[in-house]
């Protein structure tokens, strides 16, 4: 049986003798592992135990202090990692207090405790009680009050954050309407105040982000794009803006961009970071890189010189050609090129099917870029510049 969050409270209420070992200080094997924890602990605790150790492991890519913290599978899934709460907190600073009245795990909590004090709220009593050890963890428990309660039963603050959960009937969705809580909730936050943040998936329609009327920030990490935030009030510093982490680099969108040159196929190709494109900032990366477009449907872009940005990734091209599987792989032969990442956009081509039908024992290494130019299937071999 899967371990519950409750199950993990109870660790907290009911800390064992011996400390909860290191995932890495386990055997491979799993039925050794549990030979060795049953000398350790209840038999009862077993299964709780090698939970928490597992998913300590997995926070590590999180938290840096996650060998100390408590999670439940879920609230670690869904949970916000330090960089990107401790980027989105900083714009919270100088409120008095900001109630996060979905603090699960309490990922924003701690960050959020940084800047103010935090009243923390969650519908799951076990999560508050993790909420209330981790930010004992991380030394700022002076800083918070945790209390369980639904979202909708919201206490005065100076400021509001939300993370709604978005899973519908099990299943992780896009659309606002399968939130929980439901953002029906927002109005009545607005009659206290209208600084507010709701964090939302990347992947909600424009349409039903439009309908918000907010300030919206796009936040990649790592190249990918995790996390939409809807801002209201005065928290928000632009109208719209991605946000690339770690290292915090910000593209705002500008009051009427020029239109960006369209090009055929120069010696450069740049890819977009994902943020920069969820937000539609292609005019203004366009504006900061020098490059143009080949299609305006396509979020490749070229230049006839290597550029170096934090907004786009630059390739050299080394070969440029309507997209034929066959003419790709005497293509990579020529050049010397045996192993290749695959890369796409706007192609209905599948890449984790093509990398090994293109690749060989040659020793060169590349890239191919497959996607539409003026409504041709196209590839480009490419190296990194």
Request: proline share 8%; glycine share 6%.
């Amino acid at each position: 049986m899967a371990v519950t969050a409750e199950q993990i409270a109870e660790l907290i209420r009911h800390p064992p003798e011996d400390e909860i070992p290191r995932w890495e200080d386990l055997p491979a094997d799993p039925l050794k592992r549990v030979l060795i924890l049953r000398k350790r602990f209840p038999s009862e605790l077993v299964p709780v135990v090698l939970e928490l150790a597992e998913l300590r492991s997995r926070g590590r890519s999180k938290f840096l202090l996650a060998e100390r913290m408590f999670f439940d599978r879920e609230g670690l899934e869904q949970s916000t990692g330090e960089t990107p709460a401790r980027w989105r907190a900083r714009l919270f600073a100088g409120r008095g207090t900001v109630a996060d009245l979905t603090c699960a795990i309490g990922g924003d909590t701690i960050a959020l405790a940084g800047v103010s004090q935090v009243l923390a709220s969650d519908v799951s009593p076990a999560r508050c009680e993790m909420t209330h050890a981790n930010v004992q963890v991380y030394g700022v428990a002076e800083r918070v009050t945790v209390r369980a309660a639904p979202a909708e039963e919201f206490p005065p603050a100076d400021a509001y954050f939300l993370d709604p959960s978005r899973r519908a009937s099990g299943r992780r969705s896009r659309h606002l309407e399968d939130l929980s809580p439901s953002l029906k909730i927002l109005p009545e936050l607005f009659r206290v105040t209208r600084d507010v943040a709701v964090k939302l998936s990347p992947a909600t329609p424009d349409a039903e982000l439009a309908s918000l009327s907010c300030a919206l920030e796009f936040v990649s990490e790592g190249g990918v794009c995790k996390e939409a935030v809807a801002w209201f009030g005065s928290l928000a510093p632009y109208n719209r803006w991605a946000s690339l982490l770690p290292e915090g680099n910000v593209l705002a969108a500008s009051p009427g961009p020029a239109e960006p040159a369209v090009s055929n196929p120069l010696e450069y190709l740049l890819e977009p970071d994902p943020a920069i494109v969820r937000a539609g900032l292609i005019a203004e990366v366009c504006q900061v890189t020098g490059a143009a477009i080949m299609d305006p449907r396509v979020a490749y872009l070229t230049a006839a010189h290597p550029v170096t940005s934090p907004f786009a990734r630059s390739y050299r091209i080394l070969a440029s050609m309507p997209f034929s599987e066959k003419a790709l792989r005497a293509e990579l032969r020529n050049l010397g090129i045996g192993s290749v990442e695959v890369k796409k956009r706007a192609s209905a081509v599948d890449a984790d099917r093509l990398r090994p039908r293109l690749e060989s024992d040659l020793a060169g290494s590349g890239t191919v870029i497959v996607t539409r130019i003026h409504n041709r299937p196209w590839a480009f071999i490419c190296s990194r510049d």
